[in-house]
Nanobody
Framework: QVHLVQSGGGLVQPGGSLTLSCVIS????????TGWFRQTPGEEREFVSA????????YYSDSVRGRFTVSADAAKNTVYLQMNSLNTDDTAVYYC???????????????????WGQGTQVTVSS
């Protein structure tokens, strides 16, 4: 079975930083791409960032590029999302997901991910 367990998140002031972690079991990050998405009430889950199974390629939405950094530790089978210069528009529930395809190369659609973490709230507020 595949499980993703998230940690991190919380309340931070505008301009602050947070790091999200996602520990994965049952599927190796060295063989499957992983991604981060976020969702606000009444909205669809939106792509934030992804990292390829090789770890060599990273992808970001326009709204977070330059502020967020995705990384993976294959030895720990964990992916991270370092979030800097947070603003109120970043407030959402954040989810990590793992790609359904072995050595897959499609990052953006929600449908490409078949297992998800439990979600973690990130609130940016003064």
């Amino acid at each position: 079975q595949v499980h993703l367990v998230q940690s991190g998140g919380g309340l931070v002031q505008p301009g602050g930083s947070l790091t999200l972690s996602c520990v994965i079991s049952g599927r190796a990050v060295s063989r499957y791409a992983t991604g981060w998405f976020r969702q606000t009430p009444g909205e669809e889950r939106e792509f934030v960032s992804a990292i390829s199974w090789s770890g060599r390629d990273t992808y970001y939405s326009d709204s977070v590029r330059g502020r967020f950094t995705v990384s993976a530790d294959a030895a720990k089978n964990t992916v991270y999302l370092q979030m800097n210069s947070l603003n109120t528009d970043d407030t959402a529930v954040y989810y990590c997901g793992i790609n359904r395809g072995l050595y897959g190369s499609s990052w953006y659609p929600v449908s490409e991910y078949d297992y998800w973490g439990q979600g973690t709230q990130v609130t940016v507020s003064s």
